[in-house]
């Protein structure tokens, strides 16, 4: 039987075709998502970063890009996808995970099989967060790697898992977790193994959804809001009367 190479061929070229542009395709609406906050085919966009995630990264560097955009795209999209869920989970039943790199270089804390033990020391962000995050009911570690998050996830079985960490490790464990509970992330601001720097109130306000002061912070927004459109309405109104 003779072997149909030219038809081989051609298929194997398709199929190359159809995967570049299908990466394409998701880093555009990636992109539509970080810049207009606007979510086209989430689910699409994320099956294509898990599925082809070093590819993509491959053709955004080929166009000039920072390969950190894969991870951004995948940890937006999460956020939003999982931020109801998230709210609605048991709050006593989440988890809170940091990364040791937040930690100052002089921490007395040590590590043990379920990460570095917080001494509340005062030296770096993590012991507020920590103190305020437990009195809300989580359950909070600081890690050195992700193996650790999954013995975490394992132990605890999280109704609800925040994170904070690097692009790649953030968005690994995101995927990872999800199919666990409901996930939310911060990525870090500054990477690196050494001294890297967290937004303290982007964290917050990710530890504080679905709690009591969220509700009421959310309703003080919404009453500005209709005090601005009100406001706008009564100018116009002024406005059409002279």
Avoid: W
Wanted: charged content about 25%; glycine content about 10%; aromatic content about 8%.
């Amino acid at each position: 039987m003779q072997i149909p190479y030219a038809f081989i061929g051609k298929l194997l070229i398709f199929s190359l075709v159809f995967l570049f542009v299908t990466a394409a395709i998701s880093l555009l609406l990636g992109f539509i998502l970080l810049r207009k906050g606007v979510m086209i085919l989430p689910r699409f966009v994320l099956y294509v970063i898990d599925s082809l995630y070093f590819l993509l990264k491959k053709l955004i560097r080929l166009v000039g890009l920072s390969e950190r955009y894969v991870d951004e795209i995948g940890i937006e999209i999460r956020n939003r996808t999982y931020e109801k869920a998230f709210r609605q989970s048991a709050i006593d039943g989440r988890i809170l995970v940091f990364p040791q790199c937040l930690r100052n270089p002089t921490c007395p804390a040590l590590l043990t099989q379920y990460g570095v033990q917080c001494k509340m020391c005062g030296q770096c962000v993590i012991g507020n967060l920590k103190k305020r995050a437990e009195a809300e009911g989580y359950k909070v570690y600081i890690v050195p790697g992700g193996s650790f998050v999954k013995r975490i996830a394992k132990k605890d079985r999280p109704t609800g898992a925040l994170g904070v960490a690097c692009g790649y490790e953030l968005n690994y464990s995101m995927m990872e977790l999800s199919a666990l509970c409901p996930v939310q992330g911060v990525p870090l601001l500054k990477d690196g193994c050494y001294c890297t720097k967290v937004d303290e109130e982007l964290v917050l306000d990710k530890i504080l959804l679905g709690t009591q002061e969220s509700c009421h912070l959310e309703g003080e927004e919404n009453e500005e809001e209709k005090e601005r459109e009100r406001g706008k309405k009564g100018g116009g109104e002024e406005e059409k009367e002279s």
